[in-house]
């Protein structure tokens, strides 16, 4: 079993930066990807950014591209989005997930990861 936790949601302005935290606890050796996911009131959960555990793999939704980073820091069992120029079309319940099945790239489905956390909230006020 893997347990998930996000951390560094909150309240900012366009233009503003936030930076989330994933801490995963666990069996985390098993983890191949991480990612990041999103949800808006409304909308289905998307893809916003993955890597690989092991290596320098990482992938970007095009909207996030040149303002988001993803990271991660092994030692602490951790991966992180630095999120930067936020917009209010960032607003949304940001979700940490994991992945154990080998795969090319971080995958975009929902579906295909394996643990999830409990959602930390992004707002961006105008």
């Known amino acids: 079993q893997v347990q998930l936790v996000e951390s560094g949601g909150g309240l900012v302005q366009a233009g503003g930066s936030l930076r989330l935290s994933c801490a995963a606890s666990g069996h985390t050796f098993s983890a191949y990807h991480m990612a990041w996911f999103r949800q808006a009131p409304g909308k289905e959960r998307a893809f916003v950014a993955g890597l690989r555990w092991i290596g320098s793999l990482t992938r970007l939704e095009d909207s996030v591209k040149g303002r988001f980073t993803i990271s991660r820091d092994n030692a602490k069992n951790t991966v992180y989005l630095e999120m930067n120029d936020l917009k209010p079309e960032d607003t949304a319940v940001y979700y940490c997930?994991?992945?154990?099945?080998?795969?090319?790239?971080?995958?975009?489905?929902?579906?295909?990861?394996?643990?999830w956390g409990q959602g930390t909230q992004v707002t961006v006020s105008s």
């Open positions: 997930a994991l992945d154990r099945t080998s795969r090319p790239l971080p995958s975009l489905r929902t579906g295909d990861y394996d643990y």
